[in-house]
């Protein structure tokens, strides 16, 4: 099993950036992808960004390309959310996910191991 938990969350004005750690633990030798999900009250559950575990490849969802950086530290067993520019659209329990195949897809099912949550709120 593989244990995440989530940081960093909080109440952040629109425009604003904010950081995501998530903290991996247990049997991590299992990982090979890590990402984060959020879900908006309402709404689904949806893919934000993922990133490789042992080479250099991420991908994001279109409606953070060119504002959220995913990024890990392996020594530390650390996966990261950089989240600038922030909208109210932002509003969302953000979760970290792992699983050990390379490439999971953008389905919650796809993903093995989550974290709980941590709550994002952009005001406008």
């Known amino acids: 099993q593989v244990q995440l938990v989530e940081s960093g969350g909080g109440l952040v004005q629109a425009g604003g950036s904010l950081r995501l750690s998530c903290a991996a633990s247990?049997?991590?030798?299992?990982?090979?992808?890590m990402g984060w999900f959020r879900q908006a009250p309402g709404k689904e559950r949806e893919f934000i960004a993922r990133?490789?575990?042992?080479?250099?490849?991420?991908y994001y969802a279109d409606s953070v390309k060119g504002r959220f950086t995913i990024s890990r530290d392996n020594i530390k067993n650390m996966v990261y959310l950089q989240m600038n520019s922030l909208k109210p659209d932002d509003t969302a329990v953000y979760y970290c996910?792992?699983?050990?195949?390379?490439?999971?897809?953008?389905?919650?099912?796809?993903?093995?191991?989550w974290g709980q949550g941590t709550q994002v709120t952009v005001s406008s």
């Open positions: 996910t792992a699983d050990p195949t390379y490439r999971p897809g953008g389905a919650v099912t796809a993903w093995k191991f």
């Open positions: 247990g049997r991590t030798f299992t990982m090979n992808a």
């Open positions: 990133i490789a575990w042992r080479v250099d490849s991420t």
